[in-house]
């Protein structure tokens, strides 16, 4: 399952965003730093409206979306990566995601208290990033340290990886976040991945503003998303206090209620998009009587693949895969319809899945 992580400063809006996410009230809010203790992990259906129109079609009342992983993480602070504040123990933590979401506050509340005593996002951003770096740092030096003796001996092997290690340490020496694709070529890149550092996980930037600023933002914001695109991340300007009330409402009232703050979507709903964009992942499909189910797969996967992604033995006795996009299905409504028309597809090893595809894997073990 795809996990993501959320950090940021302590009384940005982290644990008020995450019981948003989880349509519960499990991670505790309060106005003082480390109010979360131990990492809360919550399991959060991705929204496909697709899926809904296909269970009706297919006369089936089972919908399994996909789903994300998340993590909240307590509040760092400056100095996090030397044992200050809650220290290291919350590092491990940001170490196993797929992802990070650094949540930033961006509105201006002077009953809500900040670490630093003042508002600057780039500065909160700036902070966060300089832990992970500094921490991402001693765990290089030390496998640099490691793998030097054995580099000196000879060892190929060894030789490229200290060179990765040499290159990733310089890197880091800028504090921020490093897209391991734009420095490393391909006999590099596993062994930069297999760091598994956090200052080179994807991140999104949510810019957590006040209900009047929800729609168009505000000049923190601008500072965020310029921020953002130049480093190759994504930003999404959300209202935490906003998604959390909208728990409380009905479909159609939530929908109302955005409507009237001059929003189309929930700041929950665009957020999980732009995890889907930044990793670069997509969904396939399986539908029909007995269920309705959408599966994560990343973007470029061939159908043997896919097929490994709903059993191991799909891949391993792949034959061909009957494929149907989303759009053909709705339009004619079922299978052997689709058929008829000649829209449904037989295709082999060498498909490549597509968004929405609603697939019917052959294979024989």
Not at 75 to 94: C, D, M, P, T
Not at 126 to 141: K, Y
Not at 190 to 202: H, Q, R, Y
Not at 247 to 270: C, H, M, Q, T, W
């Amino acid at each position: 399952m795809l996990r993501t992580g959320i950090v940021g400063l302590p009384n940005v809006g982290k644990s008020t965003l995450f019981n948003a996410l989880t349509n519960a009230m499990n991670a505790q809010s309060a106005n003082y730093p480390f109010c979360t203790i131990e990492p809360n992990v919550g399991v959060v259906n991705v929204p496909d409206e697709r899926l809904e129109i296909l269970a009706k079609l297919c006369k089936t009342d089972v919908i399994i979306p996909t789903a994300i992983e998340f993590v909240d993480i307590a509040g760092l602070v400056k100095g996090a990566s030397k044992g200050e504040g809650l220290g290291n123990q919350f590092l491990h933590n940001i170490r196993e995601v797929d992802a990070i979401i650094q949540v930033v506050r961006c509105f201006d509340d002077e009953n809500t208290i900040h670490v630093s005593g003042k508002i600057d996002p780039l500065d909160d951003i700036e902070i966060i990033n300089t832990e992970l770096a500094l921490a991402d740092m001693a765990s290089v030096e030390k496998q640099i340290s490691k793998i030097s003796k054995i580099a000196k001996s000879g060892d190929k092997e060894a030789t490229l990886t200290l060179s990765v290690l040499e290159k990733m340490s310089k890197l880091l020496s800028d504090a921020s976040f490093i897209n391991i694709k734009d420095h490393f070529d391909e006999d590099e890149l596993p062994i930069a991945k297999g760091l598994n550092l956090m200052s080179t996980k994807p991140v999104i930037y949510v810019a957590n503003v006040s209900e009047t600023d929800l729609k168009d933002g505000n000049d923190y914001t601008k500072k965020v998303d310029d921020y953002a695109k130049a480093h190759g991340a994504e930003m999404v300007i959300i209202s935490a206090k906003i998604e959390e009330e909208l728990i409380e409402l009905s479909p159609d009232e939530a929908k109302e209620y955005l409507n009237d703050l001059g929003v189309e979507d929930s700041g929950i709903n665009r957020m999980i998009k732009s995890v889907y964009h930044l990793l670069d992942l997509l969904t396939f499909i399986t539908a029909g009587e007995k269920e309705v189910r959408a599966w994560t797969i990343p973007s470029g996967t061939k159908a043997p693949q896919a097929a490994g992604v709903i059993h191991t033995d799909f891949e391993r006795g792949f034959i061909r895969g009957e494929i149907t996009p989303y759009s053909e299905f709705v339009k004619y409504g079922s299978y052997a319809a689709c058929k008829d028309k000649g829209v449904t597809r037989i295709e082999g090893k060498d498909y490549v899945i597509q968004d929405g595809d609603l697939v019917h894997f052959r294979f024989a073990v």
